[in-house]
């Protein structure tokens, strides 16, 4: 469910961030000598542990660093200014996203083969995002169970207009793709703790709404 399609990143500057933070956590959980999902549990605040909290933050730092970011440079947010979160930060920008959605999917080879409108190829993009938003603060238990009709919808809807399962697949890497950008861009005013807590959440929901909107595709063939 992760694979990269060369086509859809041919700039390394946007590729990077994706790139750099998937992994983090079996990397940081092999430095350790704990289970990835132990890491990915105190991300998400679901469990406390000072040692693997340090790795987090030292492996931002390296990541920081590798996109030509100062990791010590003072915050401009004024006094009692609430620290930006994912999710409003995505609700301010979901035309953006869409649009920029829209880009990349024209761009694809194999995604724009499938010779449909425009508003029809993003008509099931923002349902599957809010959707993503509402279920990514459940632990993972909750997730597996979580109704995802947008993404069974989305996978319905493909297939009945004639895409590929791996084209499929492919969208959803571009809604990661532009929301991952999207943080990127904002980083300096955001908790970098808290940052990567919400991509992990952002990431694990996402997956699970591409394997639902997956097995409903091939249930309709």
């Known amino acids: 469910m992760h694979r990269d399609n ?4 041919v700039n390394p500057a946007i590729r ?10 079996v ?4 430095e350790l000598g704990v289970d990835p999902s132990y890491v990915s549990r105190v991300a998400r605040g679901d469990r406390h542990s000072s040692e693997v909290e340090d790795a987090l933050r030292q492996a931002l730092e390296k990541i920081e660093r590798r996109l030509g970011r100062s990791t010590t440079a003072k915050r401009t ?16 920008n979901r035309s953006r996203i869409r649009s920029q ?17 425009a508003q029809k190829r993003t008509a099931p993009i923002l349902p599957v995002l809010q ?22 919808l989305h996978g319905r809807m493909r297939q009945a207009q004639g895409f590929t399962a791996m084209a499929l697949v492919e ?18 005013q955001m ?16 997956d699970l709404q591409t394997q639902r909107a997956l097995q409903d595709y091939l249930a309709a063939c």
Request: with cysteine; hydrophobic share 35%.
């Open 101 to 117: 959605w829209l880009a990349h999917s024209q761009s694809d080879p194999n995604l724009r083969r499938v010779k449909i409108p």
């Open 6 to 9: 060369s086509s859809t990143n």
């Open 16 to 25: 990077a961030p994706q790139t750099l933070y998937r992994g983090l956590y």
């Open 131 to 152: 959707e993503t938003m509402q279920v990514m603060n459940l632990s993972l238990k909750e997730m597996a169970t979580a109704s995802m009709k947008a993404a069974e």
């Open 27 to 30: 990397r940081i959980a092999r």
């Open 77 to 92: 947010e004024l006094p009692g200014q609430a620290t930006k979160r994912l999710k409003p930060l995505v609700k301010q």
């Open 171 to 188: 969208e959803y890497n571009l809604v990661r793709r532009c929301v991952f950008t999207l943080a990127q861009e904002h980083c300096q």
């Open 191 to 206: 908790d970098t703790h808290l940052l990567i807590q919400d991509l992990t959440q952002f990431g694990e929901a996402l």
